[in-house]
C-alpha cells in the first residue's frame, strides 16, 4: 500500500482531562448500590484522545490544549511531555477538570464530568496558537457550545485552513448559525449515528447525510459503528468504507481514535477516501483495549489490520 509519512502538522484544540475508569455490569438504578471493577485513571478528553492517536503515528501535533494548575494538570504535561507536545496554553488558577467513564459489560459507556480549566476560552489565550498555513484544524464539539465556546468559535471561523470538526453528544448545545457559517469551506464534519439523527434528520443516515451535505456545502463523515463509515460530500453520491472486525472491550475513546485516525491520514497526503480507512483500522483497534489510551503505532496496526490496498 502507499507509505505513511506524515508531513502536515495538526492542530489540536480542546481539552485533556482526567479519566478514572470503571468496569460494571449495567448501569445503577438510582438509590441502586452496585460494584464495579476498578481500571484505573488516565488522561483523555476528546482532543487528547485525538492528539495520542496522532503521536503514536509520529504525526506532528501543534497543542492547543490547556493545562492547569493542580493534581490533574501535573498529570496531564507529564503525559505530554512523554508525546513529545510542547505546552501553548496555561491556566494559573484552575486545574483540569476529570471524568468517571462507566463501562458497562456490552461495552457502552457513560461519561460523568467534573470541568476545568479546559473549558475556558479566550481571544487572549488562542493567540497563543497560531497554526502554519499547511496546518490541519481539530475541534471538538464539546468546547463550542455557548457563550464559554464563542472565542473558539470565532477563532476556528478566522482560520482558513482545513478542519475536522467532531459535533459530539452536545451538538445540541452548539449555537444553532454556527454550522451554517461553515458552508462552502474546507471543513469536515465528523458524527456518530444518533448525532447524524439530531442534525441531519430521520432515516438511512447515509441518505439523510448526503441530503444535509448538499444543502449546505460541507462533506460529512458519518461513523456507524460495525456497519463502518459513510463519506458523504456535497457534490456526489455516498461513500462507504467498510469497519474492521473487532472484540469490544469497550468504546470508550472510539470515536476520538476515527478522528486521529482520519487526520493521520491527510497529514500523509492520502485522499478522503484512504484516511477514513485508516480511521476506521485506528478505531477498531482502540475498541479492543480498554479505555481510550491503547491508540496503536503504525508497527502495531499493521500486525493487527494489514491492507494492501493503496490509499491515495
Same mark, same amino acid.
Given at each position: 500500500?502507499?507509505?505513511?509519512?506524515?508531513?502536515?502538522?495538526?492542530?489540536?484544540?480542546?481539552a485533556a482531562v482526567g479519566d478514572i475508569v470503571l468496569g460494571l455490569a449495567r448501569l445503577p438504578h438510582s438509590g441502586e448500590d452496585l460494584?464495579?471493577?476498578?481500571?484505573?485513571?488516565?488522561?483523555?478528553?476528546?482532543?487528547?484522545?485525538?492528539?495520542?492517536?496522532?503521536?503514536?503515528?509520529?504525526?506532528?501535533?501543534?497543542?492547543?490544549?490547556?493545562?492547569?494548575?493542580?493534581?490533574?494538570?501535573?498529570?496531564?504535561?507529564?503525559?505530554?511531555?512523554?508525546?513529545?507536545?510542547?505546552?501553548?496554553?496555561?491556566?494559573?488558577?484552575?486545574?483540569?477538570?476529570?471524568?468517571?467513564?462507566?463501562?458497562?459489560?456490552?461495552?457502552?459507556?457513560?461519561?460523568?464530568?467534573?470541568?476545568?480549566?479546559?473549558?475556558?476560552?479566550?481571544?487572549?489565550?488562542? !493567540?497563543? /496558537?497560531?497554526?502554519?498555513?499547511? $496546518?490541519?484544524?481539530?475541534?471538538? *464539539?464539546?468546547? @463550542?457550545? &455557548?457563550?464559554?465556546?464563542?472565542?473558539?468559535?470565532?477563532?476556528?471561523?478566522?482560520?482558513?485552513?482545513?478542519?475536522?470538526?467532531?459535533?459530539?453528544?452536545?451538538?445540541?448545545?452548539?449555537?444553532?448559525?454556527?454550522?451554517?457559517?461553515?458552508?462552502?469551506?474546507?471543513?469536515?464534519?465528523?458524527?456518530?449515528?444518533?448525532?447524524?439523527?439530531?442534525?441531519?434528520?430521520?432515516?438511512?443516515?447515509?441518505?439523510?447525510?448526503?441530503?444535509?451535505?448538499?444543502?449546505?456545502?460541507?462533506?460529512?463523515?458519518?461513523?456507524?459503528?460495525?456497519?463502518?463509515?459513510?463519506?458523504?460530500?456535497?457534490?456526489?453520491?455516498?461513500?462507504?468504507?467498510?469497519?474492521?472486525? !473487532?472484540? /469490544?472491550?469497550?468504546?470508550?475513546? $472510539?470515536?476520538?481514535?476515527?478522528? *486521529?485516525?482520519? @487526520?493521520? &491520514?491527510?497529514?500523509?497526503?492520502?485522499?478522503?477516501?484512504?484516511?477514513?480507512?485508516?480511521?476506521?483500522?485506528?478505531?477498531?483497534?482502540?475498541?479492543e483495549n480498554t479505555g481510550a489510551a491503547g491508540a496503536p503505532d503504525w508497527v502495531q496496526l499493521q500486525r493487527r489490520f494489514p491492507v494492501?490496498?493503496?490509499?491515495?
Amino acid at each position: 500500500m502507499t507509505s505513511f509519512h506524515a508531513t502536515r502538522p495538526v492542530v489540536v484544540i480542546g481539552a485533556a482531562v482526567g479519566d478514572i475508569v470503571l468496569g460494571l455490569a449495567r448501569l445503577p438504578h438510582s438509590g441502586e448500590d452496585l460494584e464495579a471493577e476498578d481500571r484505573g485513571s488516565q488522561i483523555g478528553g476528546c482532543a487528547f484522545n485525538v492528539a495520542r492517536a496522532l503521536r503514536r503515528l509520529e504525526v506532528p501535533v501543534i497543542n492547543g490544549m490547556t493545562v492547569g494548575n493542580g493534581v490533574w494538570g501535573q498529570r496531564v504535561e507529564e503525559t505530554m511531555q512523554a508525546l513529545d507536545m510542547t505546552v501553548l496554553l496555561r491556566h494559573r488558577h484552575m486545574d483540569n477538570g476529570w471524568c468517571l467513564a462507566l463501562a458497562e459489560q456490552n461495552g457502552e459507556r457513560t461519561f460523568i464530568s467534573v470541568p476545568g480549566c479546559e473549558g475556558i476560552w479566550s481571544d487572549e489565550l488562542l !493567540a497563543n /496558537v497560531v497554526p502554519p498555513a499547511n $496546518a490541519l484544524i481539530y475541534a471538538s *464539539g464539546y468546547e @463550542l457550545v &455557548g457563550e464559554a465556546g464563542a472565542p473558539l468559535r470565532r477563532w476556528l471561523l478566522a482560520h482558513p485552513q482545513q478542519k475536522l470538526i467532531d459535533l459530539g453528544p452536545r451538538l445540541a448545545d452548539i449555537p444553532a448559525d454556527f454550522i451554517p457559517t461553515l458552508q462552502g469551506s474546507d471543513t469536515l464534519l465528523t458524527l456518530n449515528r444518533d448525532e447524524t439523527r439530531y442534525l441531519c434528520g430521520a432515516g438511512e443516515p447515509a441518505a439523510q447525510a448526503a441530503r444535509y451535505a448538499a444543502q449546505w456545502g460541507l462533506t460529512l463523515i458519518c461513523h456507524l459503528d460495525q456497519e463502518g463509515a459513510w463519506i458523504c460530500p456535497p457534490d456526489g453520491a455516498p461513500r462507504h468504507l467498510a469497519a474492521y472486525p !473487532a472484540t /469490544v472491550a469497550d468504546t470508550i475513546g $472510539a470515536g476520538d481514535a476515527h478522528c *486521529g485516525g482520519l @487526520l493521520a &491520514g491527510l497529514s500523509a497526503g492520502w485522499m478522503l477516501d484512504g484516511a477514513v480507512d485508516l480511521a476506521n483500522r485506528v478505531a477498531a483497534f482502540v475498541v479492543e483495549n480498554t479505555g481510550a489510551a491503547g491508540a496503536p503505532d503504525w508497527v502495531q496496526l499493521q500486525r493487527r489490520f494489514p491492507v494492501t490496498h493503496s490509499a491515495s
